[in-house]
């Protein structure tokens, strides 16, 4: 009987399974391949990348550059097969799919703590520990009891995300705050008004916009609550400004009147870094977006942490349904990991599934864990899958999930600079306490088994 099960050999369930097995506890992974296969999926191979073969941006002063950077320190198996089959991508970091895909394969195969089992599973098992980590487009039985588990209520089949905007960038002189009829305090909102002629050449750029081509499986059908932008323009010039983009309750101190249309922004993190575009989910491609977005008054010169996007994806409302360890609430010893608990991108769910790996190997060794400090991209990955949210939506990870710098007004690039020096300290602080410390195998021997290995990997 092996020590954990893990369900799913996508990027969080490998990553999960391999930092568990490296600290000498046995896994048994299972994989629905090749006996079944999401609509997404063409390959039988683990850690299948069925989009892009990017794992995004590389610099430092990218967050999700940052995340990489800790993780790679942190010992993940995705980040170190990734660096073997990188490929030329600019400020990028991508890979060759097929050859990353095939090395993960044959490691998790190989490793003589892993049991990978072929099958399709309808229920959450009775044996625990257990992480559930299926992916995506997870369906069927096993989607259907983990609505059980969790209540259906908590569990999304599609996401729809709406830009987010850092809070510097935004022009004071257009935007201002306020919230309709006065009502929750002037900071409630920020607000972006329109005249009627913006506004009208806004929506003529949206219809126009180049739009992103819904794959087969994701072709799904739309919620009236949560629209695209553009499909809401679509039905008629006047929608939006008496939907999202409604000015009624607002007066623009510039003018003192009320403005044709307004565009508001909800305040994102308790720092106030940034803001999300209230109702601004969108299929736009990102250039687009970013193009048509400045033409908003106020936000001409807009830098985006994260752009908008509408597709298929299943996943829980972490914050009300998972527990501190991230396991659900009322069923101990039973965790989610990757894009059904709430994360977004590969290198997340991968994030995800490494600091459950070695939560995991701790207990089993009956040692300490916690999971890493905030101030880290790590640390915040798991803050925001814990911080309630009115409406949660899968993210990739942001600067403003980070603290800011205390008592330092820097430039953008000198803070996040700064943001990451800071990440990096305290991430080695970290492994230090609590990851070497309770390792189970002498740190000396780890590293020459690992020599030996990396040896026969040639």
């Known amino acids: 009987m092996a020590d954990v099960i893990v369900i799913g050999a996508g990027l969080a369930g490998t990553e999960c399974a391999w930092q568990l097995a490296e ?21 039988d191979q683990f850690a299948e990348l069925v989009c892009s073969n990017s794992f995004r941006g590389a610099a430092l002063h990218n967050a999700v550059g940052l995340l ?5 320190r942190t010992g993940s198996l995705v980040m170190e097969v990734g660096e073997l089959h990188r490929v030329p991508a600019g400020g990028a970091f991508a890979v060759d799919r097929e050859q990353f895909s095939a090395e993960i394969t044959r490691r ?17 098992p009775d044996d625990k520990p257990v992480v559930i980590a299926p992916g995506p487009l997870t369906s069927g039985g096993l989607a259907d009891d983990v609505a059980r588990a969790v209540g259906a209520e908590h569990l999304a089949y599609y996401d729809a995300i709406a830009p987010i905007v850092s809070a510097d960038s935004i022009n004071w002189e257009r935007a201002f705050r306020a919230s309709r009829y006065d009502k929750g305090g002037d900071d409630a909102y920020v607000n972006c008004p ?7 050449a806004f929506v003529k750029a949206l219809l126009e916009a180049e739009k992103v081509t819904p794959r087969e499986f994701e072709k799904v059908r739309y919620f009236e609550g949560c629209l695209p932008i553009e499909v809401m323009a679509a039905r008629g010039p006047k929608t939006l400004s008496f939907g999202c983009m409604k000015p009624v309750g607002l007066t623009d101190p510039r003018t003192g009147k009320r403005p044709h249309a307004v565009v508001q922004l909800r305040q994102e993190d308790e720092a106030g870094t940034a803001f999300n575009m209230v109702g601004f989910q969108t299929r736009m491609k990102w ?26 994806n299943t996943f829980v409302n972490s914050p009300k349904v998972l527990d501190d360890d991230l396991a659900i609430a009322g069923l101990p010893g039973v965790y989610l990991a990757g894009q059904i608990s709430g994360v977004e991108g590969y290198v997340e769910s991968a994030a995800c599934g490494l600091l459950l790996g070695l939560k995991l190997a701790h207990e089993a060794k009956h040692r300490p864990f916690s999971f890493p400090p905030r101030t880290t991209m790590l640390g915040a990955l798991v803050g925001h899958l814990r911080t309630p949210h009115d409406d949660f ?9 980070v603290p800011p710098i205390e008592g330092r007004r820097l430039p953008k690039r000198a803070r996040r600079d700064a ?6 300290q305290d991430l080695g602080a970290w492994l230090t306490d609590v990851v070497e410390s309770g390792d189970a ?18």
Do not use: C
């Open 194 to 200: 329109l005249d009627k002629q913006e506004y009208e």
């Open 441 to 458: 195998v002498d740190g000396s021997a780890r590293q020459a088994d690992r020599r030996v290995r990396a040896i026969s990997r040639g």
């Open 287 to 312: 250039p687009e977006q970013k193009r048509i977005f400045r033409m908003i008054p106020g936000l001409e010169t807009a830098e985006f942490e994260r752009l908008g996007s509408v597709h298929r």
């Open 108 to 124: 998790v195969e190989a490793h003589p703590l892993i049991e990978v089992v072929h099958e399709v599973l309808d229920r959450i």
């Open 68 to 72: 990489k950077e800790e993780m790679r």
């Open 23 to 43: 600290r000498d506890v046995s896994v048994r992974l299972i994989e629905q391949k090749p006996s079944s296969r999401t609509p997404a999926q063409h390959s």
């Open 419 to 424: 943001q990451s020096e800071r990440a990096l």
């Open 393 to 401: 939506q899968p993210s990739n990870v942001m600067w403003s999930m």
